[in-house]
T-cell receptor
């Protein structure tokens, strides 16, 4: 079993839809949770960084962490074609290394 | 502009050859990392360095080597011992350790002919 599981998709939605991207993990020691966005043939860029359970909002993006269920989510409201990319979850515990999920490829159709 | 540069963008290698991928950063970051990305597998850590003249193996270091002689530079050599080197290679840096945001370069796509 992988430490971090992420549905690879691809996920295709119409413009304006609400998108939900999810990761589950097995190591309860993970403390810090991140979402990276990666456009095709580019390096990933950090979208959201959360520490505790609960929600964190930044514009159209909301990151949600549920440590009791070992489950994190990224919600994208009013999705745009420019949101079409691969989204990677990543997590870490203090003193550990960053562990990435497999990535979910999202396509937002105009 | 501050950032991370990787070169070349595309690299072709014949079997049995060693190749070196370049990574340079001008962000004044102490830590640098090399990842390999394969379809459907996310990013896997090859090597990392948290200070000049010191580096540590990641999860898939076999067949790779690195050096960290300067703070700004962290080149990766893919040796002939790496059995399946065709992949997308990403270099990253951060202020200190893994808990800090990592900034990624644009990547190098290596293909073995």
């Amino acid at each position: 079993q992988k430490e971090v599981e992420q549905d690879p998709g691809p996920l295709s939605v119409p413009e304006g839809a609400i998108v939900s991207l999810n990761c589950t993990y097995s190591n309860s020691a993970f403390q810090y949770f991140m979402w990276y966005r990666q456009y095709s043939r580019k390096g990933p860029e950090l979208l959201m960084y959360t520490y505790s359970s609960g929600n964190k909002e930044d514009g159209r993006f909301t990151a949600q962490v549920d440590k009791s269920s070992k489950y994190i989510s990224l919600f994208i409201r009013d999705s745009q074609p420019s949101d079409s990319a691969t989204y990677l979850c990543a997590m870490i515990f203090m003193g550990g290394k960053l562990i990435f999920g497999q990535g979910t490829t999202l396509q937002v159709k105009p | 502009d501050g950032g991370i540069t990787q070169s070349p963008k595309y690299l072709f290698r014949k079997e049995g050859q060693n190749v070196t991928l370049s990574c340079e950063q001008n962000l004044n970051h102490d830590a640098m990392y090399w990842y390999r990305q394969d379809p459907g597998q996310g990013l896997r850590l090859i090597y990392y360095s948290q200070i000049v003249n010191d580096f540590q193996k990641g999860d898939i270091a076999e067949g790779y080597s690195v050096s960290r002689e300067k703070k700004e530079s962290f080149p990766l050599t893919v040796t002939s011992a790496q059995k399946n080197p065709t992949a997308f290679y990403l270099c990253a840096s951060s202020i200190a350790d893994f808990t800090n945001e990592q900034f990624f370069g644009p990547g190098t796509r290596l293909t073995v002919l």
